[in-house]
Every structure is written in structure tokens, then in C-alpha cells.
DNA sequence: ACCTGAACACCGTTCAAGT
DNA sequence: ACCTGAACACCGTTCAAGT
């Protein structure tokens, strides 16, 4: 039987698939040249012939998730029907984060990037003509674009991202932070909420997206007038 | 002349001062035990006795920026009297934002961080408390934080941070774009701001943060009732 | 207690060589 | 054109040894 890399060439496609595999399932720590060529049955060096380098590997990395974004709101939107701006952006917007969901170590790797991947320009385009077509000016379109931050690729941008079970603490430590902290222990003794792992970080649930998007939405409204 | 390790024993602050110094003038990247033991005449190893490792000075270095912020919070606020929530809080963002102005890595650490800064619960505590205080549910001021994102820490994250000079374009390619992203050319053509060198990335200007900032005050304001 | 220096297991990347 | 294997310059971190 002859091995996969003799019938398989090597492509960036199949490099960056293979990639992908390993950020979800190791870790974005765990894609190494050599790691992912050794997962392809390949020197690392082989991997210099499909991409320039290691950034650049990350980059692709980046530009899959962000493609994979693309294609699944086109299937939500040729399936969906049409609406008006604000709805539009909303389905969009959550659509989004079903892909993030899949991939959770995209956002970290998304903010450490200093290239815009070019599958990022379809998405501005399509969210411009949207609100353009709604009635904003260039300027008001712009400055969404901004308020939004990430959430067109379907995320918050966590501030930090405790792994979960990270907060033991001992009774007095607690105690002590109770003190501390009065306002901060009262929250989060009014609010506990379950954890249910559908979410990309601390807090980060679907609550919370919705309910900043929705902010954000009726402000714009409020601001085109009536 | 005895050396200057000789009179001035390591110490977990002077270690980080000498990392942060380093990440302002040599970049983030620049941080690595190996450089900043060399940066204080002393043994990659030495650093091992103040510090558990690599994890913890980056973690120390993002501790010392958050602290920062606190440290002129408090120097602004003992200044400038007293103000009702949402000027409070206006205050407290713009204020943080100058400190991250002199740190333009610290919004990039900071969103890899998987530990929450001792410092930036205190923080949280003053801003839980000035919404507390000024109306709020327990639960809004909980949803408040996270649609606040990062700019408790003064700055908003940014999905790309394209560096400066770095989109340049052939003629064709430009025209290219011009008939695949008619929205994005018109917004950019209509739209250009001289970068005035007080950003923390693409775009992300003082209009910028301070209009999503309004925005999100608005809204909160507005579910306050009237 | 604090610091050293050699060593180990990893990186990304170069280079010259193979086919 | 594509892939290899050795080599280089860096990492973070271990360990045993110094003072």
C-alpha cells in the first residue's frame, strides 16, 4: 500500500485543513511546523513549499475559520428569505458565532493577528451594503463597523479567559474577598449561572452576546431617527 | 565599581519593570527570559526564584499595566471630584485608555491571558459600585461589564491591527477592489482620517472610543428608565 | 536563600542536496 | 517543482552545583 503523501500531494488546502484538526482538538499551542507536518507524514520543511512561514501559516489558520463564516451565513441567508437591516445583521451576526463555537481558540488567534484575512472583506462589504441599503450614511456605517468589534466573526472579545475550575479558593481566602470586594461577591452570589459549555469563555453565553447586540442595534436605530 | 547586581538584589518588581520597559521599546515578542535576565546583568535562571515562569512575568506584566490604570483612576478622581454614574464611569474609560496608549501591547497580552489580574478586580469592584449606586440591578450592572468589553481597560479590542504602510496596493489591484468591494472603497474614499499616531491600531482612534462609549452609556441610561 | 552553568527537549528557519 | 535531512540560532526549563 503506498503511503498518503504519494498519492496525496501536498497542497495549502490540505496543510491548513490538517491544521485546522490540530488547533481543535490539541490547541492553537500545539501547531508547530514540525507538528503538523509530522501529522501530514511530512518534513517540516515540506510545509515551506505551500506557505512562507509559520505567521503565515497562522494567517491561513485564521482565513479558514473566517471562510467557513462566509459560507455558512450564505446557506442561513438562501434558506432564511429576506429582512430588514437590523434583523439581517442580527441573523448574521449569530450566525457567526455558531462557527466560533466550533473553533474556540479562533478569537484569541484572530486578536494576535496584524493582517486582515481576505475573507474579512466580504463580510465589512456585505454588513456595509446592508446598513447602507437601511439608510446610513457612510460615516454612521463606519462607526457600527467599530461599536460592533468582533462580534461580525460571532464573538465578544473575553478580557481574560479563566479555564474553568480555575477559582478554587480557600474558605478564608473567600471570606477575605467578601470584604474586599463587597459589590463584586454580592454579584456573583445574585447571579450564579450555570455554566453549559456552550459558551467561549468566562461568561461569554448566548445571553450575553444577544443582549449586547441588541444594545448596540437599538442605538443605531435610535440614532437613523424614526 | 561593584556591579549593579551586586548592590541591588533581584526583586520580583524590579524584574518587571525591566520587562515592561523592554515590551515598550523592543515589543512584546522581545519578552523572554533569556533578554530581560540579560537586561539585568544577571542569569536566565535567576528569574526563576521570583517568578514560576515564562506564563507568570507575562501575567505579571499584564498585573503591572492593570495596575497602572489604577494608580491614575485614583490620582484623576481624588482631582476631579465627584460625578454621577455614567460620567463616572465615562471618565474612568478615557483614563484608562491614556495608560494603554503607553502600552500599545498591553490590549494583545491582555486578550491571551488565562488568569484574571489581581488588580483588575478592584477595578470592577469601583465600577459595580458606581452603577450600584447610581440604580442599577445587580443583573444590568452584570450585563453592563461585559458589554463594556475592554474598555474598563481603556481600549477596544480590535479584530486586526494592520500595521501602518502595510496595505499598500498595485493600481490593478486597487481597481480590482473597487468593483468586488464597492461599499468598503466608497466608505474608505469618503472616510479618510489622517492617523494621528494617538491609536492603538487601525482606526481605533479617540472618536472612535469615545462614540462607542456614548452609545453603550445611552443604552444603559435609557434601561435605567428616566 | 539566591544565583550559576551546563544540559535537554523543543522551536522556526537556512542551506545544500536529492528526485 | 517538490521534498529531504542535517545544521543553526534561538527558546523555556531541569538539574546539580556553587556561595
Known amino acids: 500500500m503506498p503511503t498518503r503523501s504519494r498519492r496525496e500531494p501536498l497542497s495549502r ?12 482538538t490539541e490547541g492553537v499551542a500545539a501547531v508547530t511546523m514540525r507538528h503538523v507536518s509530522a501529522a501530514l507524514g511530512v518534513e517540516a520543511m515540506s510545509l515551506y513549499h505551500h506557505l512562507p512561514g509559520k505567521e503565515a501559516l497562522l494567517d491561513g489558520l485564521v482565513d479558514t475559520v473566517v471562510m467557513e463564516v462566509v459560507e455558512q451565513i450564505s446557506i442561513v441567508e438562501e434558506s432564511g428569505g429576506t429582512l430588514g437591516w437590523q434583523a ?10 455558531t462557527v466560533m463555537l466550533r473553533h474556540p481558540w479562533a478569537p484569541v488567534l484572530i486578536g494576535t493577528r496584524t493582517s486582515i484575512p481576505p475573507s474579512a472583506y466580504a463580510i465589512y462589504e456585505a454588513l456595509l ?20 468589534g468582533s462580534m461580525p466573526l460571532g464573538f465578544v472579545q473575553e478580557l481574560f479567559n479563566p479555564a474553568p475550575g480555575d477559582d478554587d479558593m480557600a474558605e478564608e481566602e473567600l471570606a477575605a474577598m467578601a470584604e474586599m470586594l463587597p459589590h463584586l461577591t454580592a454579584m456573583v452570589a445574585s447571579e450564579i449561572h450555570t455554566n453549559d459549555g456552550d459558551t467561549l469563555g468566562w461568561c461569554d453565553s448566548q445571553n450575553e452576546f444577544e443582549f449586547t447586540l441588541d444594545l448596540l442595534l437599538d442605538g443605531f436605530a435610535r440614532r437613523l431617527g424614526p
Open 13 to 24: 488546502d490540505r496543510l491548513l485543513a490538517a491544521a485546522v484538526k490540530i488547533a481543535d
Open 129 to 148: 451594503a446592508t446598513m447602507v441599503e437601511g439608510g446610513f450614511s457612510y460615516e454612521l456605517a463606519h462607526r457600527a463597523l467599530h461599536s460592533f
Open 88 to 97: 439581517t445583521l442580527r441573523r448574521r451576526f449569530l450566525t457567526a458565532r
